[in-house]
């Protein structure tokens, strides 16, 4: 299936649900662009924090380290949004 997305973009979609009567297409589409801003987040916690990389070998140094990167990943965010000027709006868009 096809679309354009909210950006304005061709969006090509491809899934292994073939039940139309229970995925209909206008369902995927949208659980699609709900999850989105959920991949970009992992995504940036697995590129950018390198979440997957891990410096401990004990269990407990693991968790450490996730929840420190979970606590860098909030206070970034949050610096992000002080940081946008109120003037300009949502047409300023900081980046992660």
Excluded: C
């Excluded at 073939?18 to 801003?37: L, N």
């Amino acid at each position: 299936m096809y679309q354009i997305s909210p950006d304005g973009g061709l969006s090509i979609l491809l899934t292994d649900l073939f039940d139309s009567k229970t995925f209909s297409i206008q369902a995927m589409r949208s659980v699609y662009y709900k999850r989105w801003g959920v991949e970009v987040h992992y995504r940036d916690d697995k590129e950018i924090a390198e979440i997957e990389t891990f410096h401990s070998r004990s269990s407990n140094g693991v968790l450490q380290e996730i929840y420190a990167s979970a606590i860098m990943n909030v206070i970034s965010r949050i610096l992000m949004i002080v940081a946008v000027d109120p003037i300009e709006g949502e047409k300023s868009e900081p980046q992660f």
